[in-house]
T-cell receptor
Framework: GENVEQHPSTLSVQEGDSAVIKCTYS??????FPWYKQELGKRPQLIIDIRSNVGEKKDQRIAVTLNKTAKHFSLHITETQPEDSAVYFCAASLGIQGAQKLVFGQGTRLTINP | ETGVTQSPTHLIKTRGQQVTLRCSSQ?????VSWYQQALGQGPQFIFQYYREEENGRGNFPPRFSGLQFPNYSSELNVNALELDDSALYLC????????????FGPGTRLTVT
């Protein structure tokens, strides 16, 4: 079945610097790759996503890149701010007969140091 | 915040008991998925319901079952609770057949003692 590996497990950056989180997936048929931000005690919040027919997508300070050949995708956060501190999860989704099963990575705890 | 709600917020049960968790999907969303999130882990897919039918299931035993109602709200039932069932249970809704984006509810924290 699908497997998603996420690295690093923890990441600490200075405020204003960039942060990059990387994920690899196993099933080449995966067609949708969302990123979720989860603050302590809160629900996972969809922050950006990309479909398999697109190589890059950007939304203000956040961007996601996808390399289908290598089966990996990355989250880039620029000009980091203290409120970016949270756990970030990548996921890969394989749609089969209408069912969209998200397989999540293990998460990255991002800490922004002021 | 999304329009997905869950109840109850917290629940404490004893091993062997049964539990029912509830989810109200975002308006217009006809598909609900349930996930189990153990402490420090990513969410794990339990199953998905589309138009009141289960149409996808993860690696969870049959004692995990569900329902979806005509108004697209949903229930997750867990029988014969085990200590390892202690986790945050999340539901997520989307518009099946049209969109990929899934929006999560706040979750139910289940503790099995």
């Amino acid at each position: 079945g699908e497997n998603v590996e996420q690295h690093p497990s923890t990441l600490s950056v200075q405020e204003g610097d960039s942060a990059v989180i990387k994920c690899t997936y196993s099933d080449s048929a995966s067609n949708y790759f969302p990123w979720y931000k989860q603050e302590l005690g809160k629900r996972p919040q969809l922050i950006i996503d990309i479909r398999s027919n697109v190589g890059e997508k950007k939304d203000q300070r956040i961007a996601v890149t996808l390399n289908k050949t290598a089966k990996h995708f990355s989250l880039h956060i620029t000009e980091t701010q203290p409120e970016d501190s949270a756990v970030y999860f990548c996921a890969a989704s394989l749609g089969i007969q209408g069912a969209q099963k998200l397989v999540f990575g293990q998460g990255t705890r991002l800490t922004i140091n002021p | 915040e999304t329009g997905v709600t869950q109840s109850p917020t917290h629940l404490i049960k004893t091993r062997g008991q049964q539990v029912t968790l509830r989810c109200s999907s975002q308006s217009g969303h006809n598909t609900v998925s349930w996930y189990q999130q153990a402490l420090g882990q990513g969410p794990q897919f339990i199953f998905q319901y589309y138009r009141e039918e289960e149409n996808g299931r993860g690696n969870f035993p049959p004692r995990f079952s569900g329902l979806q109602f005509p108004n697209y709200s949903s229930e997750l039932n867990v029988n014969a609770l085990e200590l390892d069932d202690s986790a945050l249970y999340l539901c997520a809704s989307r518009i099946g057949g049209k969109t990929y984006e899934q929006y999560f509810g706040p979750g139910t924290r289940l503790t099995v003692t």
